[in-house]
Antibody
Framework: QVTLKESGPVLVKPTETLTLTCAVS??????????VSWIRQPPGKALEWLAH???????SYSRPLKTRLSLSKDTSKSQVVLTMTNMDLVDTATYYC???????????WGQGTMVTVSS | DSQLTQSPSTLSASVGDRVTITCRAS??????LAWYQQKPGEAPRLLIY???ALESGVPSRFSGSGSGTEFSLTISSLQPDDFATYHC?????????FGQGTKVEIK
């Protein structure tokens, strides 16, 4: 069974750095046909694509957020880590990780983790 | 970057209705278009990929069509479980992007 699960802080202060972890199971982060993305959704708003980690460790980032985002992976732990610097109130959202499969977009999503930015 | 515009933003319908949601891309996305269903408090669920391929386990009343820049999701006979928000997403080129969503409400 393929699963993804996000974890991280529920509350961060403005200007702080957010670190979120996506733990995956049921597939390998080295599978050439798959990758892991991060997507967020502010309360009541649309989904926003943030970043994608390919199996060969190549990364792609949202252009408006590129300077604030960083992706890494720990293959031995089957984890993908998203770092977002200089958090702001507008970054309050539910953050999802999802498996991207070549030709099939996001077939499996994590449950999401709600992050609130507040002083 | 490819931008997606969904319409309508909200749709009121009754059980049994046929409903159609459209998604327009700002450039040719070569049918790399997916549709998701999202219910409150839940993660999105993949319904359709490659514009018209039905994901395993998804009821056949859902169908996708279109090509190039114009796409649509149709629910042939709306069921109580279908009241939700629907999102389109392009995965032709990075950065991938989503439409703004269409909420299907009970009329």
């Amino acid at each position: 069974q393929v699963t993804l699960k996000e974890s991280g802080p529920v509350l961060v202060k403005p200007t702080e750095t957010l670190t979120l972890t996506c733990a995956v199971s049921g597939f390998s982060l080295n599978n050439e046909t798959m990758g892991v993305s991060w997507i967020r959704q502010p309360p009541g708003k649309a989904l926003e694509w943030l970043a994608h980690l390919f199996s060969n460790d190549r990364k792609s980032y949202s252009r408006p957020l590129k300077t604030r985002l960083s992706l890494s992976k720990d293959t031995s732990k089957s984890q993908v880590v998203l770092t977002m610097t200089n958090m702001d109130l507008v970054d309050t959202a539910t953050y999802y990780c999802a498996r991207g499969v070549v030709g099939r977009a996001y077939d499996i999503w994590g449950q999401g983790t709600m992050v609130t930015v507040s002083s | 970057d490819s931008q997606l515009t969904q319409s309508p933003s909200t749709l009121s319908a009754s059980v049994g209705d046929r409903v159609t949601i459209t998604c327009r891309a700002s450039q040719n996305i070569n049918n790399y278009l997916a549709w998701y269903q999202q219910k409150p408090g839940e993660a999105p669920r993949l319904l359709i990929y490659m514009a018209s391929a039905l994901e395993s386990g998804v009821p056949s009343r859902f169908s996708g069509s279109g090509s190039g820049t114009e796409f649509s999701l149709t629910i042939s006979s709306l069921q109580p479980d279908d009241f939700a928000t629907y999102h389109c997403q392009q995965y032709n080129t990075y950065p991938w992007s989503f439409g703004q969503g269409t909420k299907v409400e009970i009329k």
